[in-house]
């Protein structure tokens, strides 16, 4: 008996390791592919073959096809050009600060509270406790909405849960990492999804989740 639980200990260790690989993989893939497009909205500054410098906010700025590149509205001036009529260095500041009203980390900007995008009136919570519960759930009424209790093991001291009012979901990879690393580039319907993702959802005890930072 002690051999076998021996070996089924070291089994059961790779395994867990294997099943944590294999769900946090695809927000990993999530997070770089936001990256790429956080890079595709940075904006260009357009500088015409007359030499005129075309911001976003530019009415020529999708119709100029054959232009020089810049980094900034500074750069292309400097370089020679010349703002177009109905652009001034006032108003591309006002649009700049404009575009960056979210460049400082707020949880609203990945929405509010757990979303119910499918209608079923179960929200991202729910959901979660639902799809990691080791048991069958019990819902509070019969539309079951809100799961009331289950059998949920935390990730961090491996405690066994068993009433949902103990429980904080967080998530695997925090908004405010995700924030920093390109998320303030995606759309705010990419951000509300990645934040209400049950991929990226865990169960973990209410009072250690509410003692950090994490959100």
């Known amino acids: 008996m002690r051999v076998q639980s021996a070996v089924s200990l070291h089994l059961r260790e790779p395994l867990n390791t294997m099943v944590c690989v294999l769900r946090i993989l695809p927000l990993f893939v999530f997070v770089v592919a936001g990256l790429v497009s956080a890079s595709a909205h940075a904006f260009t500054v357009k500088k015409s073959n007359s030499g005129f410098c075309h911001p976003p906010q530019s009415s020529w700025y999708d119709r100029t ?17 010349k703002l ?19 460049q400082s980390y707020e949880r609203s900007a990945f929405g509010h509270g ?29 539309a079951r909405c809100r799961v009331v209790s289950g059998r949920w093991i935390s990730p961090f001291t491996g ?14 990879v925090p908004l405010k990492w995700a924030w920093d690393r390109g998320a303030k580039g995606w759309t705010k319907a990419d951000r ?13 005890e209410l009072s250690l989740n509410r003692s950090t930072i994490t959100i």
Not at 84 to 97: C, N, T
């Open 84 to 102: 177009p009529d109905g652009v001034s260095l006032a108003s591309f500041q006002q649009f700049q600060e404009q575009k960056g009203e979210l």
């Open 159 to 172: 405690k066994v849960i068993q009433n949902s009012s103990e429980i904080d979901i967080d998530h695997v």
């Open 114 to 142: 757990w979303d119910d995008a499918d209608g079923d009136c179960q929200n991202s919570r729910a959901e979660a406790l639902i799809a990691q519960s080791t048991t069958k759930v019990r819902f509070a009424g019969e």
């Open 65 to 81: 096809k054959n232009y020089q590149p810049y980094d900034s509205v500074d750069a292309c001036l400097n370089s020679g050009g």
């Open 192 to 204: 509300e999804r990645f934040a209400n993702d049950v991929v990226n959802l865990w169960p973990v």
